[in-house]
């Protein structure tokens, strides 16, 4: 069984870059979630998708953080222009069910971003 | 907010002994969960507790809830090296949808 799948796992770029990360979440499951952790903050969800809609979108920092989720099998988390301060571990996670809070999370091994 | 906290932040022990971490959460639940993140990984599902539960087992692990001390334990038995990881409890947040709110975690050191 496939789990979540990230890409790229490491991303080195300097600011002012626009930076694109990838995820493929389990297939069936109609949920996704990004999340971004840094020593700092720790753990923030940033936003929710659920059959490709977004959900809440609370968490996004500011508007130079986008997310899209074409279809049900995809999602970007997009930043434009980069910042030294989004450098973190992001990471998808996917999870079968459309609400209620009795679904595992699925996580990805993340995308290690750094921003010079 | 409705984060879980959990204690200790540390925890090292030697392979065998037990571990036990706890967590804390703030308003009303109907379940709580745990996970475990290795070093450079993504978090790792554990056990799921339902509020009309006040124990469960899954393998060495076992899990405790006392929604009225809103408190919640995990138990590792008879620990190995491979443990070694972090341990975050996820309570749910208010929202209706499957909307979890991780806390600083319990990292745990298991030495041969």
Request: aromatic share 8%; glycine share 8%.
């Amino acid at each position: 069984d496939a789990g979540v799948i990230q890409s790229p796992r490491h991303e080195v770029t300097e600011m002012g870059q626009e930076v694109t990360l990838r995820c493929k979440p389990i297939s069936g499951h109609n949920s996704l979630f990004w999340y971004r952790q840094t020593m700092m903050r720790g753990l923030e969800l940033l936003i929710y998708f659920n059959n490709n809609v977004p959900i809440d979108d609370s968490g996004m920092p500011e508007d130079r953080f986008s997310a899209k989720m074409p279809n049900a099998s995809f999602s970007t988390l997009k930043i434009q222009p980069s910042e030294p301060r989004d450098s973190a571990v992001y990471f998808c996670a996917s999870s079968p069910g459309g609400g209620g809070s009795n679904q595992p999370q699925h996580f990805g091994d993340g995308t290690r971003l750094s921003i010079l | 907010s409705q984060q879980g906290e959990e204690d200790p932040q540390a925890l090292s022990i030697q392979e065998g002994e037990n571990a036990t971490m706890n967590c804390s959460y703030k308003t009303s639940i109907n379940n709580l969960q745990w996970y475990r993140q290795n070093s450079g990984r993504g978090l790792v599902h554990l056990i799921l507790i339902r509020s009309n539960e006040r124990e469960k087992h899954s393998g060495r692990l076992r899990v405790t809830l006392d929604t009225s001390k809103k408190s919640s334990s995990l138990l590792i038995t008879a620990s190995r090296a491979a443990d070694t990881a972090s341990y975050f409890c996820a309570p749910p947040a208010s929202g209706g949808y499957n909307k979890l709110i991780f806390g600083a975690g319990t990292r745990l050191a298991v030495h041969p």
